[in-house]
């Protein structure tokens, strides 16, 4: 499998739950080996008729006896359907009663595709000073320097709440590695960048995209911008032809999802403009071992 091994940046692992041929309860690790590599990443998954019946409890254990053998001290979980506005589920309250403490919240917001054109036609105009440039699978050479740059700024500007969070330097080589892992897996991105006219500088970019496996999910990644050219509204100028590149790609209705914690208020705001509405609360949580 191109996900369950090792990359540049992530080892990927998994856990299964079998009662004989029957599959109850899978985990997903995620080991870091950049940045956060005292922290493993666990997700869990049981089949709702075993629930209540401690499938999670016991992967859980595992996962954390694995991750304090490899000598790891924090284990991360998320739970992604947590009520809009308190987060609560019956997920943080598994994570709460096995020891677990959240760390950090993000609003989860939706937008339904196709957008309307006309709507998109007031968002997407020009901001003076700066041209657009858009690519698909592959970062071009001639940004990538720039574009590392701006991946590590996002790293280090994204918040985070308390989460034990160390940014991430990214290199040419760690980019090129992400980009073949999601060629591999099937996935595609769609990603949208605002140049400095006058200096050449990358001073914006985002990123959107999903896998043919779910052509009715769509996911905003990441939108970022330099610090120095923030205030121009660039939040907005390359997250609406974006938009307008990937509904024409995909061409058909579907669900576009995106996070932001609470205090990211301006991007938040970009998001409702574009007509995005809140539908949950992600919350993080932590447990040290």
Excluded at 218 to 223: A, E, I, P, R
């Amino acid at each position: 499998m191109v996900m369950a091994r090792e990359h540049a940046d992530v080892r990927a692992t998994g856990l299964g739950l079998v009662d004989g041929d029957v599959w109850l309860g899978v985990a997903w690790l995620d080991w870091w080996l950049v940045g956060n590599t005292d922290t493993v990443d666990v997700e869990l998954a049981v089949v709702p008729e075993y629930r209540r019946r401690g499938v999670g409890s016991r992967l859980l254990e595992v996962a954390a006896d694995q991750a304090k053998a490899a000598g790891r001290r924090i284990l991360s979980g998320t739970n992604t359907a947590g009520d809009p506005v308190t987060g609560a589920s019956p997920g943080t309250r598994f994570a709460a009663a096995r020891g677990f403490v959240q760390k950090h919240a993000e609003l989860h917001q939706v937008a339904e595709l196709p957008l309307d054109e006309a709507a998109l036609d007031r968002l997407d105009q020009p901001v003076d000073g700066y041209e657009i440039v858009q690519w698909r699978e592959h970062t071009p050479d001639e940004w990538m320097p720039q574009f590392v740059e701006l991946l590590s700024g996002m790293s280090e500007d994204v918040p985070t709440g308390d989460r034990t969070d160390e940014p991430i330097h990214w290199t040419p080589e760690l980019v090129r590695n992400a980009e073949a892992r999601r060629v591999a897996q099937g996935r595609f991105t769609y990603t949208t960048a605002a140049v400095h006219t006058a200096s050449g500088e990358l001073a914006a970019y985002t990123q959107m995209g999903g896998t043919p496996e779910t052509p009715d999910r769509l996911n905003q990644y990441d939108t970022y911008v330099r610090r120095s050219h923030r205030g121009n509204r660039l939040g907005i100028a390359v997250k609406a032809p974006n938009l307008r590149a990937l509904q024409a790609g995909v061409a058909r209705k579907a669900v576009l999802h995106t996070w932001n914690a609470p205090e990211n208020a301006p991007m938040i705001a970009v998001n409702t403009k574009l007509g995005f509405r809140p539908v949950a609360q992600r919350t993080i949580w932590e447990r040290t071992l």
